[in-house]
């Protein structure tokens, strides 16, 4: 069968970073591994769907890595309970895709956790609220901020924003009008310049649902760009996670990595090289990122617990 150029250009892409990678990293990362220094911690999102196979595969693997790291904490980037959220603390989906999911001891540590759109469609105080059930659960806002101590010397500030209203709805149209109208985005980015302006961290990693840039089917957020992006310059953000596309990905603006990571359930075959590209892949995954003092490792992992990719951020962004 003839292939398109656009799919002719995935395929290229694709097979030359696995060839690359592949020749310089090892397989089976977490099978015997030794905890890296300095601050572990998982990111992932895109994942409630009560215990599909895809998910069970992620979850299994973020055990696996969690135990081989001494990871510290999870990020969730959001789209926590699909299709439609949940609808109160007492939803049973609390059980079938979070808890029963996510058993692994090793995942038994703080997770802190953001909104995405597929939250949106239900009840998304109830997410706020649930830390009063289960404490291993943390979202204190839709938008707020969170220190981690590196070593006994160097703090890192992360900032968790609420970027659906940002994104207007524009590509899930069950997200209530009214529910948007009450998120008021010149407060939120006041906020966000506030916090980043007031941080005197040597680290700052910003976390929200939506891309900024991305090779992915949903492609880039306009308003993330706009607004969002020049802050993370301004301040010398060193690196934004996000989800939303389902695959894991690295990408570059100016100092700023972006890395994708919306590969806990249902993982989309559509990653297509972008100007600011590093790294792309349909996969199910995760990130296991190792801050220390001077660097930030990031590490992408697929649902087999292999090593796709790694990337080394230094403290200046770079």
């Given amino acids: 069968m003839k292939q398109s150029r656009r799919q002719f250009v995935r395929t290229l892409f694709v097979a030359t970073q696995a060839a690359a990678v592949g020749s310089l990293l090892p397989r089976n990362l977490f099978a ?15 994942w409630g769907r009560q215990g599909t196979k ?17 990871a510290k904490f999870v990020i969730s980037v959001g789209d926590n309970f699909y299709e439609n959220g949940v609808a109160s603390v007492d939803d049973p989906q609390w059980q079938s895709s979070f808890e029963k ?32 059930i289960n404490p291993r659960w943390n979202m204190p806002a839709r938008y707020y901020t969170r220190t981690e101590r590196i070593d006994d010397k160097t ?84 690196a934004y996670f996000n989800g939303h596309d389902h695959d894991l990905q690295h990408l570059q603006a100016g100092r700023v990595n972006l890395f994708c990571s919306g590969g806990g359930s249902k993982p989309r075959d559509f990653v297509l090289p972008t100007a600011h590209s590093k790294f792309g892949r349909g996969t199910g995954g995760f990130i296991a990122a190792a801050l220390k003092t001077d660097a930030l490792e990031v590490r992408l992992i697929d649902d087999k617990g292999e090593q796709l990719y790694t990337a080394t951020v230094p403290r200046n962004g770079g």
Avoid at 117 to 131: F, K, M, R, T
Avoid at 192 to 213: D, M, N, Q, R
């Fill in 32 to 46: 015997a591994e030794a905890p890296i220094s300095g601050l572990n911690f998982l990111v992932f999102g895109d």
């Fill in 101 to 132: 999911v996510y058993n692994a001891p090793s995942l038994q540590v703080p997770w802190w956790v953001i909104l995405g759109n597929h939250d949106y469609h239900g009840n998304c105080d109830a997410q706020i609220e649930y830390h009063k």
């Fill in 155 to 238: 703090v890192v500030d992360f900032f968790y924003i609420d970027t659906t209203p940002m994104a207007l709805a524009s590509d899930d149209k069950k997200v209530s009008g009214d529910e948007l109208k009450t998120q008021k985005l010149d407060r939120q980015i006041t906020w966000l310049e506030s916090a980043l302006a007031a941080s005197t961290a040597p680290w700052k990693i910003v976390v929200g649902h939506h891309p900024v840039y991305s090779g992915g089917i949903h492609g880039d957020t306009p308003y993330v760009i706009e607004h969002v992006l020049p802050l993370l310059e301004k301040y010398r953000v060193q």
């Fill in 54 to 70: 895809d998910q069970v595969e992620v979850a299994t693997q973020m055990g696996i890595a969690a135990d081989a790291v001494k």
